[in-house]
C-alpha cells in the first residue's frame, strides 16, 4: 500500500464528513506540543460504528499529520466481555485492522498493533495490577454502572472488573502522554494517571502521567431514534453494503408526525436529520429541513438522499477494504509490521520499568 493512496483516502473521507458537521461543536482540548506520543485504542467488538469513527478514528487521522500515534485493536478488552467466543474477537481485530487502514489511517505514520501481539501490554498490567489498591477500580463508575449487566450476562469476571488497570498500562507501555478519548472514557483516564503517579512514586519510575485530548462527539442516535448503543443493537455499521444500508435506513423510524405524507414533520425530531448533519453535505440540510417541516418530501426521499450520500462517501474505504481482505498476505505484513513496531517501542519500556522496580530483563 502506497502512503498516498492511503491519504488520498483520509482527506477525502474525513475532510467531507467534517465539513458536514456544522452543528457539531468540536471542543479540542489543548493541543499536545510537537513531539508528543499519542495512544489510543478500540475494543474489537465487530465492524466499525458511528461512534467508533466520530468517537475516536476520525480524531487518530486528523493527529497522523502531527504526531507519531499508537493506535491499537484491542481485542484482550473484548474478551472481558466476549470470552466465550475468542475466535470470533480474533477475527474481529483483523477485521476492524482492515477497517482503520480503509479508512486512511496510515500505518506508515503510525503504530497500528493488535492488542494481543505484543503482550508486553500484559507484563505492565500485572505490575499496575500490585500496585492498584482494590477501592479505586471499584470506585471507577464504568464497573459500577456495568455490575448489574455484568452479573446478568456471566461476564462478572476479574478481568472486566480490572479492565482499566489494562488500559493505563496500554498507554503507558508506549511512554504515551496524551490519549484521544471520548468523554465517557474520562474516568478510565484518570484512573491510569493515578496508576502511573503511584508508579513513579513507589519506584522513582518516569512514566509521563497521560493527559486526554478530547473532541466533542454528537450525541448520537441510533437507528431505532434512542441513544445509540452497543447493548441497544442500534448502532450503525460504517461499511456496510449498498442493500444492507438500505435496510437499514427503511427500518430507521422518522418523526411520528408524520403519519402521512401530507403531514409536516420536525427534523430534529427524527434520527434520519441526525445523519444527514453527519453524512450529508451542509448544502442539503435546508432541503431536507424546509421539505420535512412543509410536506414538500416523503421520509422515502430523505431517507433515499441520505442513502446515496452515505454511499458516495463510503465507496472509497468500502473499496480498499476489499481490496485488502482479497490480499491477505499484504495485510498480515501489515499487521505484522505494526505489531513489531509496537513490540520494540513496548520493550523499551519495559526495560526501563524493569531498571526501576530492580527486576532483570529477561533473554530477549
Ligand atoms: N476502553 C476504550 C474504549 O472502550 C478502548 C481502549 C482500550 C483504550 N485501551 C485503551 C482507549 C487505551 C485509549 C487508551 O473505547
Ligand atoms: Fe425525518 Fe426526513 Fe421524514 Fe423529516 S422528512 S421526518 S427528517 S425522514
Avoid at 457539531?24 to 461512534?51: C, D, F, Q
Avoid at 431517507?303 to 491477505?328: C, D, F, H, T, V
Wanted: hydrophobic residues 35%.
Amino acid at each position: 500500500m502506497t502512503d498516498s493512496k492511503n491519504a488520498e483516502i483520509s482527506s477525502d473521507v474525513s475532510e467531507a464528513l467534517s465539513s458536514s458537521e456544522q452543528q457539531v461543536k468540536i471542543a479540542k482540548s489543548e493541543k499536545p506540543p510537537k513531539g508528543s506520543i499519542i495512544m489510543s485504542g478500540m475494543r474489537t467488538t465487530g465492524r466499525l460504528h458511528i461512534g467508533n469513527y466520530f468517537g475516536a478514528l476520525k480524531n487518530w487521522i486528523e493527529l497522523q499529520n502531527d504526531y507519531v500515534g499508537y493506535y491499537g485493536c484491542m481485542d484482550w478488552h473484548a474478551m472481558t466481555t466476549s470470552y466465550k467466543s475468542a475466535k470470533d474477537v480474533t477475527a474481529d481485530a483483523r477485521d476492524m485492522y482492515a477497517e482503520v487502514l480503509a479508512f486512511g489511517l496510515d500505518p506508515v505514520k503510525n503504530v497500528l498493533f493488535i492488542q494481543s501481539q505484543v503482550p508486553e501490554h500484559l507484563e505492565l498490567f500485572s505490575l499496575f495490577m500490585m500496585i492498584t489498591p482494590m477501592g479505586w477500580a471499584e470506585r471507577v463508575p464504568t464497573w459500577k454502572d456495568a455490575e448489574a449487566d455484568a452479573k446478568a450476562n456471566d461476564t462478572h469476571n476479574i478481568g472486566r472488573f480490572t479492565y482499566p488497570i489494562l488500559q493505563a498500562a496500554d498507554i503507558a507501555v508506549y511512554e504515551a502522554s496524551h490519549v484521544p478519548i471520548g468523554h465517557d472514557q474520562i474516568a478510565h483516564l484518570e484512573l491510569s494517571r493515578e496508576v502511573v503517579r503511584r508508579f513513579n512514586h513507589l519506584y522513582g519510575g518516569k512514566l509521563p502521567e497521560p493527559k486526554p485530548v478530547f473532541t466533542e462527539t454528537p450525541t448520537l442516535l441510533g437507528t431505532d431514534g434512542r441513544k445509540m448503543s452497543k447493548s441497544y443493537g442500534n448502532t450503525f455499521f460504517l461499511l456496510q453494503e449498498e442493500d444492507e444500508l438500505t435496510k437499514t435506513l427503511r427500518a430507521t423510524p422518522t418523526d411520528p408526525a408524520r403519519v402521512k405524507r401530507t403531514d409536516p414533520g420536525e427534523p430534529t425530531k427524527c434520527p434520519v436529520y441526525a445523519f444527514h448533519k453527519l453524512f450529508s453535505p451542509a448544502s442539503d440540510l435546508p432541503w431536507v429541513e424546509n421539505g420535512c417541516r412543509t410536506a414538500g418530501i416523503g421520509c422515502g426521499d430523505c431517507k433515499k438522499k441520505l442513502g446515496e450520500n452515505i454511499n458516495g462517501l463510503m465507496a472509497k474505504p468500502r473499496e480498499k477494504k476489499k481490496e485488502l481482505l482479497q490480499s491477505p498476505d499484504t495485510l498480515d505484513s501489515i499487521i505484522a509490521d505494526g505489531c513489531q513496531k509496537a513490540r520494540l517501542k513496548a520493550r523499551e519500556t519495559l526495560d526501563h520499568v524493569r531498571s526501576w522496580t530492580g527486576f532483570k530483563s529477561g533473554p530477549n
